[in-house]
């Protein structure tokens, strides 16, 4: 059996189109403020910031369509997972800030953490026994 067919039914289409518009949007306004974002992650310390961002901001938005369309689901999953994982703490570590940064970043922290959850959750209903 490969990683794109099933037994049973995917996940919710209404639900995955929701989850896949948010990723979607996150990934079209990285490409559009791809220059922002690289000197945000340039701030942050992470390497080589403009090969990076513009990679994992087309990965995110690959593993977007793989949930979307249910093709690959595993490996998509895995690789939201791992664009939360990676980013999430770096770019948005609101314990280092104070004031309206630090609650920006902190809601944006939280998102991103329910879109990780979100993720897990995609993850295991790929894995489960079709």
Do not use: C, Q
């Amino acid at each position: 059996m490969t990683d794109s067919s099933t037994d049973r039914d995917p996940p919710s289409p209404l639900g995955r189109a929701f989850y896949s518009g948010v990723l979607a949007y996150m990934a079209i306004d990285g490409f559009k403020n791809n220059e922002k974002r690289v000197e945000i992650a340039r701030s942050k310390g992470v390497p080589m910031p403009e090969l990076l961002v513009p990679a994992v901001t087309a990965v995110l938005l690959a593993a977007n369509v793989g949930i979307l369309l249910w093709k690959y689901p595993r490996a998509s999953a895995v690789a939201v997972i791992g664009f939360f994982l990676g980013t999430t703490p770096k770019i948005h570590d609101f314990w280092n800030m104070e004031g309206g940064e630090r609650a920006a970043n902190k809601i944006n922290f939280l998102k991103n953490a329910a879109l990780l959850g979100g993720a897990v959750l995609l993850l295991a209903e790929a894995n489960e026994k079709r």
